[in-house]
């Protein structure tokens, strides 16, 4: 079975704070992908990052990075110097590489940055 | 931007009416989704769609659900006869490609509210 799990369910920062939003997956699937999605507050879903399974070079774009360890089953995603229109719900999720299309979500994160 | 666009934005229904919720995905992609966010809850898969065919649906979507294509820009959910538990927010997305690595862009959601 695949599976996400955020087991943050909320973290608070102060404005200019790194944060680390975790994500854990299962796959059986050999190759597969992962992505991040934003949710601001007025509830539409931003695509954020995709990532390949054979491919577990990380990334930097501008204050958002991410980690994807195959090792130990990770894609964690780093927000530096937060702001408060990072201020969102962050869902981490996976699709098999094999005959689907189906995105499995975790149950996200929220992220409030006060200033 | 392109981008995918929903209709209506909020839509308030009777228990046992029917409704349609209409989406007009990115023009150039070929593959479209729904899935659906309970209040609070992480978002699920309902159904993929591509030439003019179902090609993988969960288990939420059961005989009172069903898409179409109707023109060469819409493609909508119907809810034949809603449900109290159908209140929800729910999301079309479309993707250039299927089963690869390429992220499925959300539209803004249908808020739907059962009453």
């Known amino acids: 079975a695949q599976k996400v799990t955020q087991a943050q369910t909320e973290i608070s920062v102060v404005e200019k704070e790194d944060v680390t939003l975790d994500c854990v997956y299962e796959?059986?699937?050999?190759?597969?992908?992962l992505f991040w999605y934003k949710q601001p507050p007025s509830g539409e879903l931003v695509f954020l990052i995709r990532r390949n399974s054979f491919d577990e070079q990380n990334e930097i774009s501008g204050r958002y990075s991410w980690n994807f360890q195959k090792s130990t089953s990770s894609f964690n995603f780093t927000i530096t110097a937060s702001q408060v229109v990072d201020s969102a719900v962050y869902f981490c999720?996976?699709?098999?590489?094999?005959?689907?299309?189906?995105?499995?979500f975790g149950t996200g994160t929220r992220l409030q940055v006060f200033p | 931007e392109p981008e995918v666009t929903q209709t209506p934005s909020h839509q308030v229904t009777q228990m046992g009416q029917e409704v349609i919720l209409r989406c007009v995905p990115i023009?150039?992609?070929?593959?479209f989704y729904w899935y659906r966010q309970i209040l609070g809850q992480k978002v699920e898969f309902l159904v993929s769609?591509?030439?003019?065919?179902?090609?993988?649906k969960s288990e939420i979507f059961d005989d009172q659900f069903s898409v179409e294509r109707p023109d060469g820009s819409n493609f909508t959910l119907k809810i034949r006869s809603t449900k109290l538990e159908d209140s929800a927010m729910y999301f079309c997305?479309?993707?250039?490609?299927?089963?690869?690595?390429?992220?499925?862009?959300f539209g803004d959601g249908t808020r739907l509210s059962i009453l």
């Open positions: 999720a996976l699709k098999g590489g094999g005959n689907t299309d189906k995105l499995i």
């Open positions: 023009s150039n992609h070929l593959y």
């Open positions: 769609f591509y030439n003019n065919e179902i090609s993988e």
């Open positions: 997305a479309s993707s250039e490609r299927g089963y690869s690595n390429q992220p499925q862009h």
């Open positions: 796959t059986r699937d050999t190759t597969y992908y």
